[in-house]
């Protein structure tokens, strides 16, 4: 991993957008602080197209998806995505009939594989699963997120608990050997039968919704992260960042971020959004 200083005003000026994860990375212990929300504004201002990348819940993400100032929302480590339909499906206005907010104004739509019918019965059995894991390694819990979640359920291993790395790895091997594909946040452990992560499902909404080419999506959008499910993601893109608290991960990271922070967490995620910001604004013209 490189320092932030080493970034160049070219790799810079390239970017057409930025993917975040939030736990940890824009997020402190999951609170938003005025730096970090003031970088994604400074980010923003830049020309830079802003995408949230989370193992969150699709409920967490429509809710940030209607107040944040970003342009798209990937949830449940990629499975769906919130977007909004373009505001001349309103008639251009505002929810309450005043002119239309900067960022569009239309609703905010889930993208998604599946039916609601067929996403529930298979929640169901993956909430069985995880009951059971439960019951036999209690130092975990359901995550207090499931209630939101349409298509992965949720133990917490690291919120509001603190699961020994064994007990994770024991659970992981368990569901692996019942077919069901785990993740692993600096939070929680992820129960899944989807085939998504946070690289196939960015790759996928840019390409869908973005008008990118799938390859050249890779060299124009960077990604920050911090930890074991953004791995996929520092794998794909070409250009990424950690924050500071990536270094506790790098274990569980066969391809570490190319640059890391100075700074942990939000402040880290606002140190990278000043240097990239910086370096556009001064770069020469192309
Ligand atoms: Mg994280």
Request: overall charge neutral; aromatic content about 4%; hydrophobic content about 45%.
């Amino acid at each position: 991993m490189e320092p932030l200083s080493l970034l160049t005003p070219g790799a810079a000026r390239s970017l057409a957008g930025v993917i975040f994860d939030l736990d940890d990375t824009v997020l402190d212990h999951g609170a938003l602080t005025e730096a970090a929300y003031g970088a994604l504004f400074r980010l923003r201002e830049a020309g830079l197209a802003l995408i949230a990348c989370t193992g969150r819940p699709a409920g967490w993400g429509e809710v940030i998806q209607r107040q944040w100032p970003i342009d798209a929302t990937i949830a449940e480590n990629g499975a769906v995505a919130l977007v909004r339909e373009p505001a001349g499906l309103l008639g251009g206005a505002g929810l309450h009939g005043g002119p239309a907010p900067a960022d569009g104004g239309g609703r905010v739509v889930l993208l998604g594989g599946l039916d609601r019918e067929a996403r529930r019965a298979r929640r169901d059995e993956l909430v069985a699963l995880a009951d059971d894991m439960v019951r036999r390694f209690p130092a975990a819990a359901i995550a207090d997120d499931n209630d939101q979640r349409v298509t992965d359920v949720t133990l917490d291993i690291g919120e509001h608990r603190r699961v020994p790395p064994e007990d994770v790895q024991k659970m992981r091997a368990e569901l692996r050997d019942q077919g069901v594909r785990t993740l692993v946040s600096s939070v929680h452990l992820h129960l899944t039968r989807d085939p998504s992560d946070k690289a196939t499902g960015a790759v996928r909404l840019l390409s869908a919704r973005f008008g990118e080419d799938p390859t050249r999506a890779r060299h124009r959008y960077a990604f920050v992260g911090d930890s074991g499910n953004d791995g996929v993601a520092f794998a794909a893109f070409a250009l990424t960042f950690g924050v500071a608290n990536v270094r506790a991960h790098l274990g569980k990271l066969s391809v570490p971020p190319r640059f890391v922070a100075a700074l942990p967490m939000g402040r880290g995620f606002a140190e990278i959004a000043h240097r990239i910001v910086e370096l556009r604004k001064n770069a020469p013209a192309p």
